[in-house]
């Protein structure tokens, strides 16, 4: 039995250990706080438990970590200390009933509250006023000496200000970095492929314990003054409250949350308002201290090993805390993004029962490096959805299995397509994909497509969800007894919408092309496609190298188009739109005198008022001319809109003939049918 016992808490012991040396020293920390905070508390009950294995070195009994012996160590006269945990209102009742019958005391004490800030404890020394030494707290004996670093922070004056300075004083407080300028620090390391920290905390100790000051002081450091150390050569108030408006009068920052209360239920009404406050708090806080106000009452509290009685570290609901990916399902968005979904072992963070987060894309399952049976790190704060932030690699299991992709649609089987460059993958089956089902159709029914008059968005909702069509294709085959059976649709408005629909099968090629939904083909492309290539076969046949030769078709729209047209599934329902009647004028066979301004050139610059210039480029192209980007000496004109600038010119030297946006329009319309 004691033999389990003390292997329970060697191996407790331990654990701690590492978790102080990633945290404390490494800046690193490998789990969440709530985790390392069970570890402890895990400890601490067994040592109460068993207080004959109780021993000074037990982490319980101790304070942070060792100095690094890089640094020029200090000695504090008064050690620093931590700061006891209660982590629920019972707890801090409990602590409140404890004082109160520590001081034989009946009234309500007075407290002095406080954001519990994320950062570093620091001492800073200042000597007739001036800053002469500055360190960390280290193992709360012994601290690093970062006095040149503490001088760079902005808000930390190296001289006292106001009156009856005292000949030695000193303050300690916490350094922190903000929350914007953590997110600013750590975006630019990832830009220069640099390493990235944790959190707030993580990042102040980083930026502080540098060798070299110079790189500290770019660093968006800030300090809070919240008590003192040694003082010699002053008259000190009586309660921490006046203390921390005296340090304020000599020119030290303040946290401007911190609030005087009377009655443990006034501090927790603190507790609650701070709480609610956290999210749009500039910096990060991870719960309140709650402090005994009156100075003597202090004294006779005293201290336990390694934290002051008279103070209570009230900590917030986790935000982050450990769990286990059990799967990773493929969702598929209605636009066929496919993003990968994390099931979780249910786990309560941030305030809720958290069950799924999102992956996102590939790129960040490779960054997370996370794999299926990985125990991970789930970070849920305020409004935002919950994240994965890390995985504890010492934790996987020797059957964890990497995630793959599925390279095709896990819910209509079509191909999945990754562009290059972009970290989304794609199910490529726009027109049959159950997921982007509504949203093809409302856009095959859209004004710029086939037009379709009365088949507006609740219709085309209705039609989808009631199973009467699963592609576009299968609208034509509806009868006006369908239509009749939907909401709030009389029999006129069901006869005019067959009859919209039959008007509809006369589109033309562009047209078409729109209506099928593409990825990045709009009007103009599809336009431009059906002047490129004048017949559909054409079209879905073009290779990638081919489409890129069509005006405004780059490498990635090239590559959605190809990827598009391969799909066995759109093939056919290409061919079944074409077996309901679907037709359109044979661009090819335009007459030569509906083709006017074939064969020559035409240039678009400067703003156009009336014509928009993507119409503009559209209508020229119908009259076949070619629309290019730049002015040569094959340029047939120059259409010239306001503020023309270097194509002007060039045209001019060139002696091109050049129009302004009147012309244009006269051009235009003079060619009308
Ligand atoms: N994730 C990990 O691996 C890991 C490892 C070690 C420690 N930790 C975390 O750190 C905690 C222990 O660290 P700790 O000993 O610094 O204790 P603590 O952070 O819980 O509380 C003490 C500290 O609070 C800070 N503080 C902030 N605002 C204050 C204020 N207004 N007044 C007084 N002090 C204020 C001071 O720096 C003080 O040293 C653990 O409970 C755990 O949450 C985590
Ligand atoms: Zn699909």
Known sequence: MSETISKQINELRQQLESYNYQYYVLDQPTVPDAEYDRVMRALIELETQHPDYLTPDSPSQKVGGAALSKFEQVTHQVPMLSLDNAFDEAEFNAFNRRIKERLLHNDELDFCCEPKLDGLAVSILYRDGVLVQAATRGDGQVGENITENVKTIRNIPLRLRGDNIPAELEVRGEVFMDKAGFARLNETAAKRDEKTFANPRNAAAGSLRQLDPKITAKRPLMFYAYSMGVVQGAELADTHYAQLQQLKDWGLPMCPQTKRVTGASAAYQYYEAIMAERDALLYEIDGVVIKVDNKPFQEQLGFVARAPRWAI?????????LTQLLDVEFQVGRTGAITPVARLEPVFVGGVTVSNATLHNRDEIDRLGVKVGDTVIIRRAGDVIPQITQVVLEKRPDDARDITFPDTCPVCDSHVERVEGEAVARCTGGLVCRAQRKEAIKHFA????????????????????????????????????????????????????????????????AKFLYALGIREVGEAT????????????KVMNASIESLQEVSDVGVVVAQHIHAFFSEPHNQKVVSDLLEQGLHWPEIAAKAESEQPLAGLTYVLTG?????NRNDAKARLQALGAKVSGSVSKNTHALVAGEKAGSKLTKAQDLGIDILDEAALIALLDSHQG
Do not use: C
Request: charged residues 25%; glycine residues 6%; hydrophobic residues 40%.
């Open 313 to 321: 570290a009230f900590k917030f609901p986790a935000q982050e805390e």
């Open 446 to 509: 859209s004004r710029k497509a086939l037009d379709i008059d009365g088949l507006g968005d609740k219709i085309v909702e209705q039609l989808v969800e009631r199973e009467l069509i699963t592609t576009p294709a299968e609208l034509f085959t509806l009868r006006q007894g369908h239509f009749e059976s939907l909401e709030r649709m009389g029999p006129k408005s069901a006869k005019n919408l067959v009859g919209a629909l039959e008007e509809a099968k006369q589109t033309t090629l």
């Open 526 to 537: 599809a336009q431009n496609l059906a002047n490129h290539y004048l017949t559909l076969e």
């Open 607 to 611: 703003t156009l008022s009336q014509l």
